[in-house]
């Protein structure tokens, strides 16, 4: 993620020229091609390049290889070591500090620091801990300055990752600077948000959520657990999310005039009461055909479905 303006006099020329020694690497030629490893841990840094040895002075002193050569050292630093101005920096503000905590302190115990984004804490604890382990990856480009970051940089950095890591990461990176630099746009710490307007590296299988087939669900009512089968019904019926699957409870439904019952809870993604009705095959247990029966009577609130009953009346509501 670099621009790598050349100093200028004026004429479109560069003005000076630094130079700087390489210090613990290992150079050695072999059958024509050039070899250059990190002496202290072994990395490889350039294999099998070919050229002279002037050439291969030339890549040495590349930006790009600058960069990979001086990221022990920056991976090293904290992010709150760098100014504001930096990704670095300005991902200590976003985060409240928690970018430079341990691991497992990331997301129990949200950051607040006075002047930092107020808003931080009140992030949902898995969307904290994806934008964490984002910008985590990113910490080699932490002295990149904010205003410099342009789209082009973002896809090279974005398609870099998803062969390092994986496309669906790759694209959770870019979707977590997006959200951070729409507030650095808000602070004048950038002219616009340039991940505006990507596209994905992950392609999506069109057949992963593909519907059931009436046999498959007809298998599952029969033979899945019941605490696999309750929020699957819960999702095929009721529309909920597994976010909201996991903390529904028999309170939150109440009678509906037209299918007999109706969910109310509190949407996280949106910050919004839903009132949803539940379709009648939920409330009865029965979905294209015989299948196993509930009662409310005694249903875990955690799960906000009824106690497997066998005589249990098919008109009586899954949660009264």
Aim: charged share 30%.
């Amino acid at each position: 993620m670099r621009n790598h303006p050349v100093p200028s006099d004026g004429s479109g020329k560069s003005s000076m020229v630094v130079k700087v020694k390489l210090e613990g690497l290992k150079v050695y030629e072999a059958r024509g091609l050039w070899y250059v490893y990190r002496r202290s841990t072994g990395e490889p840094l350039i294999k099998g390049f070919k050229g002279s040895r002037e050439d291969l002075n030339n890549k040495l002193a590349d930006p790009d290889f600058i960069q990979t050569y001086n990221r022990p050292r920056l991976q090293m630093r904290r992010a709150a070591d760098f100014s504001i101005e930096t990704l670095g920096g300005f991902i200590h503000w976003y985060t409240n500090g928690d970018i430079d905590r341990p691991l497992k302190q990331w997301t129990d115990n949200p950051g607040n620091i006075e002047g930092s984004y107020p808003k931080w804490s009140r992030l949902a604890k898995s969307t904290r801990q994806d934008y964490l382990e984002a910008f985590d990856y990113l910490r080699p480009e932490f002295d990149m300055p904010l205003a410099g970051i342009t789209q082009p940089d973002l896809y090279d950095t974005r398609d870099k990752c998803a062969v390092k890591k994986w496309p669906r990461f790759a694209d959770q990176m870019i979707s977590a600077l997006s959200s951070m630099f729409r507030q650095a746009v808000k602070r004048g710490k950038m002219p616009f948000n340039p991940c505006t307007g990507m596209d994905d590296a992950h392609q999506a299988d069109p057949n992963a959520n593909r519907e059931w087939f009436a046999s498959e669900w007809q298998f599952a009512r029969e033979n899945a657990p019941l605490e696999v089968l309750i929020p699957m019904m819960q999702a095929r019926y009721a529309g909920l999310r597994g976010q909201t699957i996991v903390k529904v409870n028999r309170k939150q439904f109440e009678p509906h005039p037209l299918t007999g019952q109706a969910v109310r809870y509190y949407a996280r993604k949106n910050k919004k009461i839903v009132f949803l009705p539940v379709l009648p095959e939920l409330l009865y247990g029965r979905a294209e055909g015989p299948t196993r029966r509930w009662s409310h009577r005694g249903s875990p609130r955690r799960l906000g479905m009824g106690k497997l009953k066998r005589n249990a009346d098919p008109r009586e509501p899954l949660a009264a």
